[in-house]
């Protein structure tokens, strides 16, 4: 059964800089997409950024496109989201996931939490002054 773990969370300033990771285990991650995933206090939890199995497709949301970058390193079997030029509004709990399809999927633009299982533990990013 997959497995995944995030980290690299934490409490940055605004316009600061953050990578997260997320690390699998169980089964090989090159036969998902993972999805990133945030969860803001009194808020549903929303996408944030998709990276499929293969040829390199992204899909972000608009709220964070130009300042978060999604990236894969299946050898190390983990994907990571680069995050800069953080604002308040990016504070919340972060979840990566696999999708439930395998490797048919790829990602949809409007990146839906009903596509995803095997959610992480989550990771806090906190982003104030």
């Given at each position: ?30 036969y ?58 990016d ?39």
């Amino acid at each position: 059964q997959l497995k995944l773990v995030e980290s690299g969370g934490g409490l940055v300033q605004p316009g600061g800089s953050l990578r997260l990771s997320c690390v699998a285990s169980g089964r090989y991650l090159d036969y998902y997409a993972i999805g990133w995933f945030r969860q803001a206090p009194g808020k549903e939890r929303e996408g944030v950024s998709c990276a499929s199995v293969n040829d390199g497709h992204t899909v972000y949301a608009d709220s964070v496109k130009g300042r978060f970058t999604v990236s894969r390193d299946n050898a190390k079997s983990t994907v990571y989201l680069q995050m800069n030029d953080l604002t308040p509004e990016d504070t919340g709990v972060y979840y990566c996931a696999a999708d439930r399809y395998g490797l048919a999927y790829r990602c949809r633009a409007d990146i839906p939490t009903g596509d995803f299982n095997s959610w992480g533990q989550g990771t806090q990013v906190t982003v104030s002054s």
